[in-house]
């Protein structure tokens, strides 16, 4: 079975540009989550996605978007890229309602210059 | 306030040695307590999941515990090798069926030296 994966690996954008990172959960999950790492802290929680749905935001700036396919993937976008926003971000999938915890993708490192 | 607490917060041990790694939380209601490990740059990888009346999970030379009246969890791994150098992430599942939460913990980092 495949797990959940993402795309692309690296990233380098210029700092105003803008970022699109996608995600394919694990075939049969219906939520989906993005997380960022920046280096050295642990995992901020972006947004989470549900059926097509947002269902939760994290304390992120209106510039993190996203949103879910019927097919259940998932794209972040990040718009105005800023320095900062220089981090890996992680995307999880999982089965609604299961309570037993996700399934990470390997992420993708996006570096803003 | 759901809460994740991990200590310590980076450890370093010589290669063979046992090691322990703590996580307390406060978190209602409790779903469940996942251990992921985290290689540098790679997306982190589920160890062992505990739920409320399990104490003790095993997966090869990790050990997980959890006491559910204290709100307190471990990791252990033992005789320690050079690729169990990463970052350890407790996370607690909060909620009922249809509203999950995940608080994640900041992690410890262990490094392993030969």
């Known amino acids: 079975e495949a797990g959940v994966t993402q795309s692309p690996t690296h990233l380098i954008k210029t700092r105003g540009q803008q970022a699109t990172l996608r995600c394919s959960p694990i075939?049969?999950?219906?939520?989906v989550y993005w997380y960022q790492q920046a280096l050295g802290l642990g995992l901020q929680f972006l947004l989470w996605?549900?059926?097509?749905?947002?269902?939760n935001r994290g304390n992120f700036p209106p510039r993190f978007s996203g949103r879910q396919f019927p097919n259940y993937s998932s794209e972040l976008n990040v718009n105005a890229l800023e320095l900062e926003d220089s981090a890996l971000y992680l995307c999880?999938?999982?089965?609604?309602?299961?309570?037993?915890?996700?399934?990470f993708g390997s992420g993708t490192r996006l570096t803003v210059v | 306030k759901n809460q994740v607490e991990q200590s310590p917060q980076s450890l370093i041990i010589l290669e063979g040695k046992n090691c322990t790694l703590q996580?307390?939380?406060?978190?209602?209601?409790?779903?469940?307590l996942r251990w992921y490990k985290q290689d540098t740059g790679r997306g982190p990888v589920s160890l062992t999941i505990?739920?409320?009346?399990?104490n003790t999970k095993s997966n090869g030379r990790y050990t997980a515990t959890l006491d559910a009246d204290t709100k307190q969890s471990s990791l252990h791994i033992t005789a320690s090798q050079l690729s169990d150098s990463a970052s350890y992430i407790c996370?607690?599942?909060?909620?009922?069926?249809?509203?999950?939460?995940?608080?994640f913990g900041t992690g410890t980092r262990l490094k392993v030296l030969a």
């Open positions: 999880a999938s999982s089965l609604v309602g299961q309570g037993a915890g996700y399934t």
């Open positions: 996605y549900d059926e097509g749905e947002e269902r």
């Open positions: 075939s049969g999950h219906t939520s």
């Open positions: 996370v607690v599942s909060a909620g009922t069926s249809g509203t999950y939460k995940y608080i």
């Open positions: 505990m739920t409320f009346s399990e």
């Open positions: 996580c307390n939380y406060t978190v209602s209601p409790f779903s469940n």
